[in-house]
């Protein structure tokens, strides 16, 4: 049997898509807008759209179609001794599956609200009081598991698990042509009945003006570089195990174009929908803009409520809007899930069905951490480090050695260029080899220094070490172990 493909072209972008495209638009842009000066995140994040998003798209596709395999047996196969850096990009994957998942079962429980609008007139105090019931609890202090949300997280197990071990080509395949194109229908539909809400005019300057004095900021870059390789998943084995599965024939920069694009003008819309709510909640209570909620983590769980409580038809438009963005979360935990399972696959030679209970069993047991009372604040120290050093460092790593050790970036635009309508330059080289790598060791040079210096978000020097820094040491060690590990023959990628 040949390696499993995708049925069309339009199936794998969709998929691809909807692997960019999902809570990491509608959660995690807003709120990294949101905490980083708004429009001041803006330019940085084009600017790294551009000169790390597209080339970094088009060169994980080339890598992934030209090695046929994930991203283990991709490194492995550029050099014997680079497979960690592969296992390395796995187990990152593996711990935002274990987070990012708790956030999926946020917004399957916030599908059950949304026929009611159980959150009521105070979406804000509902979240984090009665819902999250956050109290004083740390990291290192969860409290209890909380039942309301362990089950929706189960849930969300299920539906990943059942696709994953169904193969890439029906169950991803289909949710994502019928349900990318519905979110994006739903969105507009929203931001069409946001943007005439008293307020919502200084939301959005407040996203699309820029405050030119924090452009300086590499706090604000920093942001913008992880969220670009976040919600693109390149950097983290996605990619790579995606485009593993394309036929021979694909184009490669057409589809690495349409994928960013889509991925980057969804974004944008959602941060239009959210800062013309947000505009709207400040003009009613009264206050700036930067004081309407808690905490960024929770944004689209305070905003999106305000917002359907102001719809015509709240239960049911509300009910297809959490539809939509629990659908788009799940695809973007599939491809995640996939991309482990894929390494799993290579390295064992499990069957899929084998290696897809191995892991999503292990990682279920471990979501369980982030449905406690403390779940939220875990999940905001593991997050940070996940993104700001797990990716931005694997990103790093990854463009010094196809770029820089191999010298191998020629010969992957002549790849590219050899199979795509649409041919690339020397910009391509150039932004891979020079300028995306010199920002990246800027930013991780300065997030190093801030995090020793400052620590993060007022956390415990304890908390930052062993869910922050200790976390990152131990993939690298397991990332070498699993190296050393024997490897099964290159026939078992086809069981």
Not at 298 to 324: H, R, S, W
Request: glycine residues 10%; contains cysteine.
């Amino acid at each position: 049997m040949k390696r499993e493909q995708w049925g069309s072209r339009v199936g794998f972008i969709m998929a691809a898509v909807g692997s960019a495209i999902g809570l990491g638009n509608i959660w995690r842009f807003p709120y990294m807008a949101y905490e980083n000066g708004g429009g001041a995140f803006f330019i940085p994040y084009l600017f790294a759209m551009l000169s790390a998003g597209i080339p970094f798209m088009i060169m994980e596709f080339s890598l992934g179609h030209k090695m046929r395999g994930a991203a283990p047996r991709v490194f492995a196969k550029l050099g014997r001794r680079l497979e960690w850096l592969g296992w390395f990009q796995v187990l990152v994957a593996f711990v935002i599956a274990v987070y990012y998942v708790a956030v999926i079962g946020w917004s399957i429980s916030y599908l059950g609200f949304s026929f009611s609008q159980s959150w009521g007139s105070d979406p804000n105090a509902f979240f984090f009081t009665e819902y999250l019931q956050l109290g004083d609890n740390s990291p290192s202090n969860l409290g209890n598991i909380q039942s309301h949300i362990l089950v929706p997280v189960i849930i969300a197990w299920l539906i990943t698990f059942s696709a994953v071990f169904s193969g890439v080509k029906g169950g991803i395949e289909r949710a994502s042509k019928i349900m990318m194109p519905l979110l994006f229908i739903m969105v507009i539909g929203l931001i069409l009945r946001m943007a005439f809400l008293p307020g919502a005019i200084e939301g959005l300057n407040y996203l699309f003006k820029p405050d030119f004095s924090k452009i300086m900021d590499a706090s604000v870059w920093s942001a913008a570089y992880g969220q670009i390789f976040f919600t693109l998943s390149v950097g983290f084995a996605i990619m790579l195990a995606y485009s593993s599965y394309l036929p021979k024939d694909s184009d490669i920069s057409n589809n690495a174009f349409m994928t960013v694009m889509i991925n980057c003008g969804f974004s944008i819309l959602a941060g239009i929908m959210i800062f013309s709510i947000l505009g709207y909640m400040a003009d009613q209570q009264g206050v700036a803009i930067t004081e309407v909620v808690k905490a960024g983590v929770g944004l689209a769980f305070v905003t999106i409520p305000t917002a359907i409580n102001l719809l015509p038809a709240p239960y049911i438009l509300g009910p297809l809007f959490f539809l939509a963005l629990t659908v788009a979360g799940l695809s973007s935990m599939i491809s995640i899930i996939e991309a482990v399972t894929s390494a799993v696959i290579d390295k064992t030679g499990y069957s899929r069905k084998k290696a897809a209970t191995i892991v999503c069993g292990v990682a279920l047991a471990v979501s369980t951490a982030f449905t406690t009372n403390g779940g939220l604040l875990l999940l905001d120290v593991v997050d940070y480090f996940m993104n700001n050093v797990g990716i931005l460092g694997s990103c790093l790593l990854e463009l010094l050695v196809v770029g820089w050790m191999l010298k191998g970036l020629p010969e992957l635009k002549e790849y590219a260029n050899r199979r795509s309508e649409l041919m690339i330059g020397d910009w391509f080289v150039w932004c891979l080899r020079f300028i995306s790598p010199a920002i990246l060791l800027v930013i991780l040079g300065t997030n190093f220094v801030g995090l020793l210096q400052n620590g993060y978000g007022g956390y415990s020097q304890f908390d930052l070490m062993t869910f922050g820094w200790g976390l990152v040491t131990i993939l690298v060690v397991l990332s070498v172990i699993i190296r050393k590990l024997p490897t099964a023959p290159m026939q078992a990628e086809e069981k």
